[in-house]
């Protein structure tokens, strides 16, 4: 229901007139001069009850008279289903990320979408215009069109291997529509499974903001289960026919233990178990310098895409480090890793630079440097001084006293080892102006105890907060001296590791001499001469080729976030979108129903033309019966009345 012209509507108040007509009348019953008055006075008690009943009549009708012309002048119409709509302009938005290929009964969420969306287009009008935004592709554009190419365009949506932003999304529907309604009834749609991360932040309506009509599954999410996270060797780089580990992150509900599978170059390699929350660890053989490619899998259930995780990690071969002095425990662990191939020592030019009281060839060259404070603090100027000419933005400060302990960390076996270390002697590290470098190790306190960072002559540092003699700490003779010096020298020191994964969507500058970029799928791109790639959304490993020779490559996978199938409640998009009409609904009718809210109707203004007449020809015979009939000598009869 519906009126054309609503402000009309205050004709009604003209039903007031008859009502306050009625109120004030005063009845003035006739003077009769007859002798028999005892007769009147009886015929006028039985006359009283047929004459307010008249009265009463008449009023209402009067009353409905004036409703009807009122009603009739702001001309009501009915919206009626199979009437048809208002022209309107739609944005349709469509949420493919990877939680819509969940699989539910027999189903895809991405299929029930499609299957909602073509229900909707099956009934729009010639002059309807259309927006497809899918949520899935954020750098993809709107997709404009009438309903017959848009409905090309959601058979071909599939999901993709992102994350969702619905709020961005509306966001953006909002200012198509502004742009491009042209007069057109305006109409946001969403069909989206709700995951609990689709919304970002809350997106307040503002004004003119059009109506929003969002359809989800009614369904309970299934489970599911994921592996999250790919880390080798405790985030080191494999070191060239060395042994390591991959520790795969295993996410989703239960306690049931998942078998989880390591498989490199599509073979194999290791098998372990762990459940939901864990992590397993698995053996990754020996391998040759170069770049080894492989992914953890575990086994299927309703979301196949976040059951398997690519990686690529470059082995390199062992690292050449040097030591500028003397330090008797620090020349053993340096040659323990040394025996057991971790590193390889030499007398310059050294991939790595041991440096104690910042001695020796800091400010040289463009590799790593591990500065340890001096054993005496009269040395510490001394010390600054170099580390400045080194381009290195810290300072050493006057020793703290007490003795200090590591913060414990989790899942780390180095910072578990750490704990029962003991610091007699730690020196304070003060930043030179505003610096980015990173903290490595923090005491128990906070405060830095190693620090990483890049030197302004070129290269890394990474400068410890206490000397690794017997004197100062408990380090050198605990099961921790060995561990550290690998991390610092095989991790923390080196530059970073060359970029091993990239995000969907993503745009990366290409190595020189880059000719073409292999996809997962195993297509190719002609890439010659181009500074910059930018990559779909396809998961799995992408090769950079010169010529036929791999000189690089990335792993890519779906976003963690979207593992989790969780949904969102009705009511928390009230909160989600403050001040928006929204019409929320999980049946397939009510969305069909819903959608082109501004539906098209017949107007009700003749029918109710017609009730007036009659209304009016009922009053006029009530009214007429009511006139005073004269009798034959001329008198009133007292039981009648006026019209």
Known sequence: MGLLNPLLLMLAGAAAVPLLLHLFQRHQGPRVVFPALRYLRRAEKESARRIRIRQLLLMLLRILAMLLIAFAAARPFVRLGGVGHAPTAVVLIIDNSLSSSAVMGDRRVIDDIKERALDMLGDAAPDDRFWLLRAGNAGEPALAGDAASTMTLVRETEPAATASDIGAAIEHARALLAAGAEGRAAEIQVLTDLQVNSFRAPLASGSNAPPVIVWHPSDAPPQNRSITDVQLGGGMAPVENQRTVASAAVSGTGTTPINVRLTVDGRLAAAASARPGESAVLALPPRGAGIVEGTVDIDADAMHADDRRFFVARVLPPPTVQITSDAPFIADALAVLAEAGRIRMSSGNADVLISPAATGPIAQGRGAVVVL????????????????????????????????????????????ALESARMRVTYTLTAEGAVTDSALLRLSDGTPWAVHGERRVGGTYVLLGSPLSVEASTLPTSAAMI????????????????????????????????????????????VAGAAAYHFGTLPGIYRILRDDSLIAAYAMNAPASESDLTRL?????????????????????????????????????????LALLLVLLVETSIAAAGRPRRGTAGARVPDTEAG
């Open 483 to 526: 561990p550290l010096l690998d991390r610092l020298i095989s991790a923390w020191a080196p530059s970073l590791p060359p970029r091993t994964e990239i995000a969907p969507g993503s745009e990366i500058s290409l190595p020189a001499g880059t000719t073409a970029v292999q996809r997962p799928d195993e297509t190719k791109d002609d």
């Open 373 to 416: 404070p001096p054993t005496s603090p009269n040395e510490l100027a001394a010390v600054n001084g170099r580390l400045a000419a080194a381009g290195i933005p810290w300072r050493y400060g006057a020793p703290v006293p007490g003795e200090a302990r590591f913060a414990p960390g989790a899942n780390d076996p180095l910072l578990t």
């Open 569 to 609: 409640k009705e009511r928390d998009l009230d909160e989600l979108l403050p001040g928006w009409s929204l019409h929320v609904t999980d049946d397939a009718g009510s969305w069909r129903r819903a959608a082109f809210r501004e539906r098209l109707g017949r107007e009700l203004w003749r029918p109710l033309l």
